[in-house]
């Protein structure tokens, strides 16, 4: 009996050593993935895209991305995965369906890491379905993949874009999201806050659900915001004090329906948050 229990107490110990072995942990459309303190990448889940650098329809147990030691953050789309190295340069596998990966290529997919052009200035990455924006350490925004309602910030629409194309001529973005409704939201480091893309219930501009917003187009005049998630048809922002508000439409907006659709951002209770 005491090896049993010594063997279920050392098993236990096992399992929480290991699982305190993830600095970050990442969900995507059916695939989680995860980075270990000794940069190495990990992922479970849904894998038939090449997501998890395997053919595999599912990996039900965590299986090691790749051999690199290297890597500083990742961060999933529905079907594929990217992320950043300590060297500042930026990787993709799985789905490239309309050149969502950015490897100026027209395969479909690939169960390899690719690397996103040779810049070394990459921080951050914010994929949808077809389409994905990163931002660079200069401050600027690049997008690559579907453009077919202005979600890449550029002109004229098109079905695909093979290669990141930067948004704008700014270079004072400090942080990045993108919505599963082809819509990308951006903060500038004065603290306002931008949108570009659909305009499903009126999420940045007002008007039609069928406009689009063709560059990026400043919502509201507060200079204050700090973080965002983005939905399909609603946007949750954080300010400096904490407070969280919401714009768009349906009852996520959590604000008891009224209004039901607003470009006008709305506060969520007066509580001070400090998670969304």
């Given at each position: 009996m005491k090896k049993i229990l010594l063997f279920i107490v050392l098993l236990a110990f096992s399992?929480?050593?290991?699982?305190?072995?993830?600095?970050?942990?990442?969900?995507?459309?059916?695939?989680?993935?995860?980075?270990?303190?000794?940069?190495?990448?990990?992922?479970?889940?849904?894998?038939?895209?090449?997501?998890?650098l395997t053919t595999n329809e599912t990996e039900p147990n965590p299986i090691q991305l790749g051999n690199a030691t290297d890597w500083n953050k990742v961060t999933n789309g529905v079907v594929n995965t990217f992320a950043i190295k300590n060297n500042g340069?930026?990787?993709?596998?799985?789905?490239?369906?309309?050149?969502?990966?950015?490897?100026?290529?027209?395969?479909?997919?690939?169960?390899?890491?690719?690397?996103?052009?040779?810049?070394?200035n990459w921080v951050k990455v914010a994929p949808s379905y077809f389409f994905t924006i990163a931002l660079k350490a200069d401050g600027t925004i690049w997008a690559w993949g579907q453009n077919d309602t202005y979600q890449l910030g550029n002109s004229p629409a098109t079905a695909q874009q093979l290669f990141p194309i930067q948004v704008g001529t700014a270079s004072d973005w400090v942080d990045i999201a993108t919505g599963t409704n082809r819509t990308a939201f951006a903060i500038k480091s004065n603290g306002t806050i931008w949108g570009w893309g659909s305009n499903p219930s009126s999420i940045i501009v007002s008007g039609s659900s069928t406009t689009s917003v063709i560059t990026p187009?400043?919502?509201?005049?507060?200079n204050d915001w700090v973080k965002m998630s983005v939905g399909s048809q609603h946007i949750l922002a954080q300010k400096q004090d904490g407070t969280l508000w919401s714009w768009g439409g349906g009852p996520a907006l959590g604000v008891g329906g009224t209004p039901n659709v607003t470009n006008i951002p709305q506060q969520i209770s007066t509580d001070v948050w400090t998670s969304f």
């Open positions: 399992n929480v050593i290991t699982a305190q072995c993830y600095e970050q942990i990442t969900f995507g459309g059916a695939h989680t993935t995860g980075k270990r303190s000794n940069g190495t990448l990990w992922g479970w889940g849904f894998g038939s895209w090449g997501e998890l340069t930026l990787w993709g596998c799985g789905s490239n369906q309309l050149g969502s990966l950015g490897v100026n290529s027209n395969t479909q997919n690939f169960a390899t890491f690719q690397q996103i052009t040779a810049a070394t187009t400043q919502v509201g005049t507060s």
